[in-house]
């Protein structure tokens, strides 16, 4: 859906995720989000009775079905399909993300994490579902692309957990080389798990 299309309720999930990704859960107000989606700040109570938690945890859900069809359209863009393209490909939106933009902004799901896991549970367990909605089409891919079932979703669980250190790492060194690194590392492994 394009931001033009967009409904009130939908813009503020989505400038919730920016933000989120850009200065965390804390960092985050309820007006800066309405401001962000360009809504009327009374709409906030209206689509959101639940106040700042439910929308951190829409936010962070809506940020784990993105990831989840960011695999469909990676593999799209892949001219042979294989773990380590797959891999490469993802670490690439956040290189190219960096190097367009610099390091401001991270994960949504790992900045509520970081922000909420030991505060909110409402908020640990949006996360952790969201990390469950990406690993799963990754999973799939994996085993499409010849990965064991019994691996598939162990890697798409190291692929995901390896690319979010390596995201904080880079945005800690304000250098791409973590990113670059995991994946010429990570890729032989990957590649290994397919059968011959």
């Not at 967009?6 to 503020?12: C, F, I, N, Q, V």
């Not at 309820?30 to 829409?58: C, D, I, T, W």
């Not at 891999?87 to 900045?111: H, I, K, S």
């Not at 579902?129 to 089409?137: E, V």
Request: proline content about 6%; hydrophobic content about 45%.
């Amino acid at each position: 859906m394009t931001e033009a299309r967009r409904g009130p309720r939908e813009r503020m999930v989505f400038s919730a995720a920016q933000l989120i990704r850009r200065g965390g859960v804390t960092a985050t107000g309820m007006r800066e989000v309405a401001e962000h989606a360009q809504a009327p700040r009374g709409s906030l109570q209206h689509y959101f009775p639940g106040g700042k938690e439910q929308l951190v945890n829409e936010a962070v859900e809506w940020a784990g079905r993105y990831a989840g069809r960011r695999i469909g359209r990676f593999l799209e863009g892949l001219e042979q399909p294989t773990p380590s393209g797959l891999f490469a490909a993802m670490a690439a939106q956040w290189t190219d993300e960096y190097a367009d933009g610099g390091f401001a902004t991270g994960c949504p799901v790992a900045a509520a994490t970081v922000d909420c896991a030991s505060t909110g549970d409402s908020t640990r367990q949006a996360a952790a579902a969201a990390f469950a909605t990406w690993r799963a089409p990754l999973a799939e891919a994996l085993r499409g692309m010849g990965v064991p079932a019994a691996r598939a979703e162990p890697l798409a669980t190291l692929m995901i957990s390896t690319l979010e250190g390596a995201i904080l790492m880079a945005r800690a060194e304000r250098d791409v080389r973590p990113l670059t690194t995991v994946v010429r590392e990570l890729g032989p492994l990957l590649d290994a798990a397919v059968h011959s």
